[in-house]
């Protein structure tokens, strides 16, 4: 079973950067898809971007520009540097994992924006 972990979370002060990692074990063959959602309190969970195995991204309109999407595949990790963070991108920053038609999250870590 693949497992993912995130990590890199914390608070910023707006304007600044701030960059999460996930990375994957246990059973990481034939990953596809590879991506990152958020979740702000009282919110539904929204999709940030996702990088397919290759190189290509695709980034929600919120956050284009200022996030990027980055793969390593020989550490099975996957990357969202942030930048000119604001702090309506304050939100509970979630990874997943596409995988023989099923998808993989990860449990989670939280980003906080100061003004």
């Known amino acids: 079973q693949l497992q993912l972990v995130e990590s890199g979370g914390g608070l910023v002060q707006a304007g600044g950067p701030l960059r999460l990692s996930c990375a994957a074990s246990?059973?990481?063959?034939?990953?596809?898809?590879m991506g990152w959602y958020r979740q702000a309190p009282g919110k539904h969970r929204e999709l940030v971007g996702t990088?397919?195995?290759?190189?290509?991204?695709n980034y929600a309109d919120y956050v284009k520009g200022r996030f990027t999407i980055s793969r390593d595949n020989a550490k099975n990790t996957v990357f969202l540097q942030m930048s000119t963070l604001k702090t309506e991108d304050t939100a509970d920053y979630y990874c997943?994992?596409?995988?023989?038609?099923?998808?993989?999250w990860g449990q989670g870590t939280q980003v906080t924006v100061s003004s």
């Open positions: 246990g059973s990481i063959l034939s990953i596809t898809f």
């Open positions: 990088c397919a195995s290759g190189v290509s991204t």
């Open positions: 997943y994992a596409d995988q023989s038609r099923r998808r993989y």
